[in-house]
């Protein structure tokens, strides 16, 4: 499933991996729930953070 996506995530991305919204996607990543970059105004997730969240569930 992850093969298939780069080391470093877009939020878009994101949504596509779990099948949420861009809004819950937002809320994830501004609590901290799944750690992330943000530069400028743009999200940039690793995918190591993402399957850390995965992990912890």
């Known amino acids: 499933m992850f093969n298939s996506y780069p080391d470093v995530l877009s939020v878009k991305q994101l949504c596509e991996i779990l099948d949420i919204g861009k809004n819950t996607a937002y809320k994830l990543l501004q ?4 750690k ?5 105004k743009v999200y940039k997730i690793q995918k190591k953070c993402l399957k850390d969240f995965l992990n912890n569930r």
């Open 31 to 34: 609590s901290g729930e799944i």
């Open 36 to 40: 992330s970059i943000k530069i400028g």
